[in-house]
T-cell receptor
Framework: GDSVTQTEGPVTVSESESLIINCTYS????????LFWYVRYPGEGLQLLLK?????QKGSSRGFEATYNKETTSFHLQKASVQESDSAVYYC???????????FGSGTQLTVMP | GGIITQTPKFLIGQEGQKLTLKCQQN?????MYWYRQDSGKGLRLIYY???????QKGDLSEGYDASREKKSSFSLTVTSAQKNEMAVFLC?????????FGPGTRLTVL
């Protein structure tokens, strides 16, 4: 079936360190997967961080990047230097342009220490 | 821009009770969704609606009813609350594949 697996949290890093949150997907029933990273900051609603709909392309937002790798079925989220304000829960999600449904990973709680 | 409003923010119910959660959006989006999130887990789709008066079941629809009487609103009913149930219910609307989420309703069943 279709599924998303991401780094289990919680993840704690120090400010200015680099970060990678792993995300792999299985899209057995989706011909053209679209991939997303959503984020929920403390006290706020879930919001889109970045999306990529074409394999091989990279999405970026707020210093975060993720590359859609069809060969490894991965969409890892990376940031070169995290800030305390990046502390949040991050969700990887899989969708399709032909479907209304998003399939979410279980979320990764990130805490950035000052 | 737009906003999604969910009411109530917190909902406390009794076992067996019928409970209704409401969602309003002013994006003018056609498609709306209800998700359930349990602690430490991802979001699971309960119902979605691609237009007014349309209802489509998601993977978790058993035990729930939904209603889309207006384009801007989408209600979810827990038909019989389960004892000790705790979850957050998220409403969303979308244009294309990009979904916009409300702040959630946190349900606790005593």
């Amino acid at each position: 079936g279709d599924s998303v697996t991401q780094t289990e949290g919680p993840v704690t890093v120090s400010e200015s360190e680099s970060l990678i949150i792993n995300c792999t997907y299985s899209a057995t029933s989706i011909a053209y997967p679209n991939l997303f990273w959503y984020v929920r900051y403390p006290g706020e609603g879930l919001q889109l961080l970045l999306k990529v709909i074409t394999a091989g392309q990279k999405g970026s937002s707020r210093g975060f990047e993720a590359t859609y790798n069809k060969e490894t079925t991965s969409f890892h989220l990376q940031k070169a230097s995290v800030q305390e304000s990046d502390s949040a829960v991050y969700y990887c999600a899989l969708g399709s342009s032909g479907s209304w449904q998003l399939i979410f990973g279980s979320g990764t709680q990130l805490t950035v220490m000052p | 821009g737009g906003i999604i409003t969910q009411t109530p923010k917190f909902l406390i119910g009794q076992e067996g009770q019928k409970l209704t959660l409401k969602c309003q959006q002013n994006f003018n989006h056609d498609t709306m969704y209800w998700y359930r999130q349990d602690s430490g887990k991802g979001l699971r789709l309960i119902y979605y609606s691609i237009t007014e008066n349309d209802l489509q079941k998601g993977d978790l629809s058993e035990g729930y009813d939904a209603s889309r009487e207006k384009k801007s609103s989408f209600s979810l009913t827990v038909t019989s609350a389960q004892k000790n149930e705790m979850a957050v219910f998220l409403c969303a609307s979308s244009i294309g594949t990009e979904q916009y989420f409300g702040p959630g309703t946190r349900l606790t069943v005593l």
